[in-house]
């Protein structure tokens, strides 16, 4: 949005297929730029646990402001979907709408719809709208505050009322639910670790967050009950059962096995899943599915979104978790040993040193 | 010739990192000059500085979430790939590069 591209003839079409190239990077944008406040919010919330323990005013600081990044996630992911969309013009659009958005009844759905059309709306004015170079420094101030203008009352008077409805009929179907449903439910979520993290995962981490938005904590139970079992489960089996992973292999897995528990990801796994990509898949899908059905069965809940070593702090049920990440390992550990012993590898070679990525 | 690397990932944990990795891998045996930015949080790379853009032939963003300030970038020849397709596929990503910058 440069002060020439105003002046050039306008090619509609290129400018329209380059803004609908690639829609999904804009939502992918916006959970990375997210992310980093739960995490934020999460490990500080870790801290104040302490207080239970003494009561000194410095945890109790903590306890005020650790969180703050919980309450802006959902307007920061707005905002970069709109930032992503339409640059620098389109950020505090998408705050403002998400912001709006998320304080009015229709949460992460709403910030999400919003994010993609006031930055789509934005972008619009910016390039199709013909200025001369005495209004173009005005209409460069006032798109962006008409396109949220505009958006918001969208959600005013259309999004925002039946967004929340088909909230609160999630939320009391979920409240509902019983064991067999929620191992159903939970095996079903196992699935997710088909792509390892990829975009699979985080379409299902949407779905995720939008029900914490909401105040359903049971898909972050299950979240964090598969989430590090395909790095646990594939490490495991290379440390079990050596013969059958190269020696770049087995050294990556003793090095990662320790941050498997750590850090929570799920691409811890992929170096390992590179190489041998469909069986390690149906191990992994195998152990993220007896997880997920564990968890969900005897309904595991997280309260506080963060993955890794601080969840154990924020699970409702701390033996529920522990067996339900055991079991999914130790089924993704057996499944992988199997399948490598009954359809071995073509070209294999033990020694290979080279055949792993370092991540770490 | 003179390449430069940009890649961005979703949670800057694993994807940009090895993708960096293997392509300025697969360059660097094919004799070209590589220099990386890795768009994490994490990352200790740091940004590309003006000098190398100038001297760069050709620039590869490998992406799966929005590349930050593009505009640097206006008027390289730009080569974008998925960041999954360009892990899958490094040669054919680097046959792609090469010939961009024969254009």
Same mark, same amino acid.
């Given at each position: ?92 659009? +998408? ?90 439910? +939970? ?17 299902? +981490? ?155 | ?103």
């Amino acid at each position: 949005m440069t002060s020439e591209t105003h002046n050039e003839a306008i090619d509609y079409r290129a400018e329209l297929e380059d803004l609908f190239a690639s829609p999904f990077v804009h939502l992918k944008t916006g959970i990375s730029y997210m992310l980093p406040f739960i995490m934020i919010s999460g490990i500080l919330v870790m801290f104040t646990q302490f207080s239970q323990i003494s009561d000194a005013s410095m945890w109790k600081a903590v306890g005020e402001f650790a969180f703050i990044g919980l309450s802006f996630f959902v307007p920061f992911f707005g905002a970069f979907i709109s930032y992503s969309i339409a640059g620098k013009a389109g950020l505090a659009p +998408g705050f403002v709408v998400a912001y709006y958005a998320n304080s009015n009844g229709s949460g992460y759905l709403g910030a999400l719809v919003g994010g993609y059309l006031v930055g789509y709306l934005t972008v619009i004015f910016l390039r199709f709208v013909r200025t001369n170079k005495y209004t173009e420094g005005i209409w460069g101030v006032f798109a962006p505050a008409l396109s949220t203008g505009i958006i918001c009352l969208l959600l005013h008077y259309v999004i925002n009322g039946p967004v929340a409805s088909f909230s609160e009929m999630i939320t009391a179907w979920v409240d509902g639910i019983d064991h067999s449903q929620g191992a159903l439910l +939970g095996g079903i979520y196992g699935l997710s670790n088909v792509d390892f993290g990829g975009p699979i995962s985080k379409a299902f +981490g949407v779905v995720t967050m939008a029900a914490y938005a909401s105040g359903i904590y049971i898909f972050h139970g299950l979240a964090i009950a598969i989430i590090a079992v395909p790095p646990i489960g594939l490490c495991l089996a290379a440390l079990l059962s050596p013969t059958l992973f190269t020696k770049g292999e087995r050294n990556y897995s003793r090095k990662t096995m320790p941050l498997c528990f750590i850090s929570g990801f799920t691409e811890l796994a992929l170096p390992l899943v590179f190489n041998d990509i469909i069986r390690c898949t149906i191990a992994s899908v195998a152990g993220s599915v007896v997880a997920g059905a564990v968890a969900g069965g005897f309904g595991l809940e997280l309260s506080v979104p963060i993955m890794g070593l601080p969840s154990w702090f924020f699970v409702n049920n701390v033996p529920v978790y522990a067996l339900s990440i055991a079991s999914g390992s130790i089924v993704t550990c057996v499944v992988m040993i199997l399948l490598r012993k009954l359809f071995p590898r073509k070209d294999f070679d033990p020694d290979d040193e080279e055949s792993a990525f370092d991540l770490i | 010739m003179n390449i430069i690397i940009v890649t961005a990932c979703l949670a800057g944990v694993a994807h940009s990192k090895m993708c960096a990795a293997a392509l300025t891998k697969e360059a660097e045996r094919r004799g070209h000059t590589v220099w990386n930015e890795i768009q994490s949080d994490s990352s200790r790379t740091g940004k590309v500085t003006p000098e190398q853009i100038e001297q760069a032939d050709v620039v590869l963003f490998a992406y799966a979430v929005a590349i930050m300030e593009k505009e640097r970038f206006r008027g390289k020849k730009v080569l974008k790939v998925p960041i999954e397709k360009a892990l899958r596929n490094v040669k054919g990503t680097m046959d792609k590069l090469e010939a961009l910058a024969a254009e």
